[in-house]
């Protein structure tokens, strides 16, 4: 090959390859926000309830907030027709006239589907059919794809037993399949790999154009399940940025018996990692105390600052931690964790001010209360209670 059709060819081959990632930064810019039916409905959710969400998301404030994805998960599907078209069953007699209602409050929809024949409920998922069901999913004014992987793990380990090198390429193709579907339409569509961190996703996720995927198994709404899927991200934070995101998985701000420092807590974490905040409460019941949380216009700003930096463990000693992350405007914000278990233990930190660079003693802002804290010293030493923590926005 003589050179300048090498050159070509290395020229195009680059391209291809970095295509996925230039159309993912401009359709996810900062990380997604929203909200996700499977935390609070699970199987049960319908077409009035994704209605009454998208009124409730505007009557709350959450849609100004920024949480503008309303998206259905599983147990939405039904059979395929005689041309192999995906349809809806009962609970979603019209799923069009859906999207349509959807678009009407300034919200955009999503779906859900599989690259196995099933999905994790056992519903109809998208082996075989890709194309067709991207195009549908176009018709119907569908903005956002979650692709769980749960129905085509069975098909990997049929195809390719005792074989984990052939089957995490058989995953792969699945995912890049997808794409190319969604890609055909000409529809943008945030796309959503949900396969629980296989095979460091992290590492190959953008070329198989995704704009998130999750790092982790499912979250709950129990404070340990919480840090364990939190905390466990420090590591990951070079493979985030514009338009490609870690997902430590759905918000569960609002569930359980979570408290409200833990409830403030996670919020916090979530957004020190930059992550994809996709609410899963049941909004006809939330409290002032989690719509405070869950809005707080402070907290929102780190975790959809510009830059795209997730945030990274600078210090940790017994129950404690200390994370980092540097924002767009120079500034630094700082989060300090205390997930201690004795209810009556409160924690006197210092906070490492040289680790990050400040010489001099910086300004702080407290984000939750938006007020100054003032010049920061070595005396500055925050009490902290059981699972509590503070955020911090330092300047120099």
């Known amino acids: 090959m003589k050179p300048n059709a090498l050159r070509l060819a290395l020229l195009l081959a680059a391209a ?17 926000m929203g909200w996700n039916s499977w935390n609070y ?10 209605r009454d969400t998208a009124d409730l998301l505007v009557s709350t404030g959450m849609r100004d907030a920024g949480y503008v994805y309303v998206n259905i998960d599983d147990t939405w599907e039904g059979k395929r027709d005689a041309q192999g078209h995906i349809t809806t069953n009962e609970k979603f007699p019209d799923m069009k006239a859906l999207a349509d209602y959807v678009h009407s409050k300034g919200l955009k929809l999503g779906i859900y589907s599989s690259p196995g024949d099933q999905t994790c409920a056992r519903f109809e998922g ?34 390719a037993p005792n074989d984990p090198v052939k089957q995490n390429k058989m995953m792969r193709d699945a995912y890049m399949l997808m794409h190319k579907a969604i890609v055909k339409t000409g529809r943008p569509m945030v796309y959503s790999l949900c396969q629980y961190g296989f095979d460091a996703v992290w590492d190959w996720a953008p070329e198989v154009g995704a704009n998130l995927w999750r790092t982790t198994g499912d979250i ?47 919020m916090t974490l979530w957004a020190m990692l930059a992550s994809p905040l996709l609410a899963g409460n049941d909004l006809t019941k939330m409290t002032p105390e989690v719509a405070s949380i869950l809005m707080n216009k402070q907290v929102l700003a780190i975790d959809q600052d ?14 404690v931690q200390i994370w980092s992350r540097e ?19 409160m924690r006197n930190i210092a906070l490492p001010l ?16 938006n007020k100054p804290v003032g010049r920061l010293d070595a005396s500055y030493k925050p009490t902290i209670p059981r699972h509590a923590s503070i955020l911090l926005k330092l300047t120099k």
């Open 16 to 32: 291809t390859t970095l295509a996925p990632l230039a159309s993912a930064q401009k359709l996810a810019a900062t990380p997604p």
């Open 41 to 50: 409905f699970a199987g049960r959710v319908t077409d009035k309830d994704i």
């Open 126 to 159: 998208s082996l075989g059919h890709e194309y067709q069901d991207a195009q549908t999913y176009a018709d119907w004014g569908i903005d956002y794809l979650k692709y769980d992987l749960c129905g085509f793990r069975k098909k990997m380990l049929a195809d």
């Open 220 to 266: 709950n709404a129990t404070f340990d399940r919480m840090t364990v899927i939190g905390l466990n991200q420090d590591g990951l934070e070079k493979f985030a940025g514009p338009g490609h995101w870690n997902d430590p998985d759905m918000l569960e701000v609002g569930n359980g018996k979570l408290t409200l420092d833990e409830n403030r807590f996670h």
């Open 306 to 319: 510009p830059a795209g930096h997730q945030g990274k463990r600078i210090y940790q000693e017994g129950p």
């Open 327 to 345: 924002l767009a405007d120079g500034s630094t914000a700082l989060a300090v964790f205390n997930t201690g278990e004795d209810a009556s233990s």
């Open 354 to 369: 040289k680790q990050l660079g400040f010489s001099k003693p910086p300004m702080a802002t407290d984000v939750w209360t």
